[in-house]
């Protein structure tokens, strides 16, 4: 922790470049730019390239598992993204993918795809060139909490010129950011080794305050269909005791009463996580 100086208590604040919201794209693939700025303490998103692991943006499309960004001085494709209105929502992460839950760090924009994704053409660059590593890009894990070994090696397309990843999309039509928004951000993906002990609950809260802060909300938690527990402080959790295997995580932004707070279909989403010993 000492090598990482203050940078965990930085204020890293985030801003669209493209898309900008309410935009159109023609075309299935949406380029994704970021800018960073705010009180940042030495805080920089970039891969380490020896253990595959550094600060990084999770960026979500619609409500679907976020993905990595390492590199925000390269564009970040979004590909065979389908027709239709969709949200991208982006928050800086630490390595081990703790958001930043400062002002201005998670910011949200929603655009509209014309003419979106043909899964059965390749995936191209912008300039027509057939990407070849898109398959590999796609199927990358990223490495799971506080590790910094075991997908050194799988994370070897850190050198491929773009980050990126195909995406089929979802239904963002409802969303609406004036409405209480608890955005999903972990766990997920595949945890091994080590990484298996404490798996951490994290997410990010948009006009919500929940109890145990002032507010009327509570997110509401569940691993695999068990019992309803509830979470009463903006902090990640961690939860022991994970039997190999696969599992499922549901978390919930609920209000005074126990019911889900309706902003599109957000306000309530499971993951499947995989447990390897
Ligand atoms: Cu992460």
Request: no cysteine; charged share 20%; proline share 5%.
């Given at each position: 922790m000492a090598a990482r100086g203050e940078q965990d208590q930085a204020k890293p604040t985030l801003k669209f470049i493209e898309p900008h919201d309410g935009q159109t794209i023609n075309g299935s693939t949406v380029n994704l730019k970021l800018s960073l700025s705010g009180d940042l303490k030495g805080y920089k998103p970039m891969k380490d390239p020896a253990t595959g692991t550094g600060n990084h943006i999770h960026v979500i499309l619609d409500n679907q598992p976020y993905e990595a960004y390492y590199n925000l001085d390269q564009p970040f494709e979004l590909r065979n993204v389908s027709e239709g209105k969709h949200t991208l929502r982006v928050f800086p992460s630490r390595p081990w993918h703790e958001s930043f839950k400062n002002e201005g760090a998670f910011q949200m924009v929603t655009f509209t795809v014309k003419g979106g994704g043909d899964a059965s053409k390749p995936t191209t660059t912008n300039s027509g060139q057939r990407m070849a590593d898109s398959q590999s890009a796609a199927n990358k894990t990223e490495t799971p909490?506080?590790?910094?070994?075991?997908n050194a090696a799988t994370n070897?397309?850190?050198?491929?010129?773009r980050e990126g990843k195909d995406m089929a999309g979802g239904n963002?039509?409802?969303?609406?950011?004036?409405k209480p928004l608890l955005t999903y951000s972990r766990p997920k993906g595949e945890y091994k080794g080590a990484d298996t002990e404490a798996i951490m609950i994290d997410f990010w809260l948009w006009n919500a305050k929940l109890q145990g802060d002032g507010g009327d909300y509570r997110v509401r938690y569940s691993v695999d269909g068990g019992e309803a527990k509830y979470i009463d402080k903006w902090e990640p959790i961690w939860l022991k005791g994970w039997t190999p295997g696969k599992h499922t995580v549901k978390l919930e932004l609920v209000d005074k009463d126990g019911n889900v707070v309706a902003n599109g279909d957000y306000n309530s989403t499971s993951r499947d996580i995989t447990v390897t010993p």
């Open positions: 909490l506080k590790s910094a070994n075991s070897s397309n850190a050198a491929a010129p963002a039509s409802d969303v609406d950011m004036k």
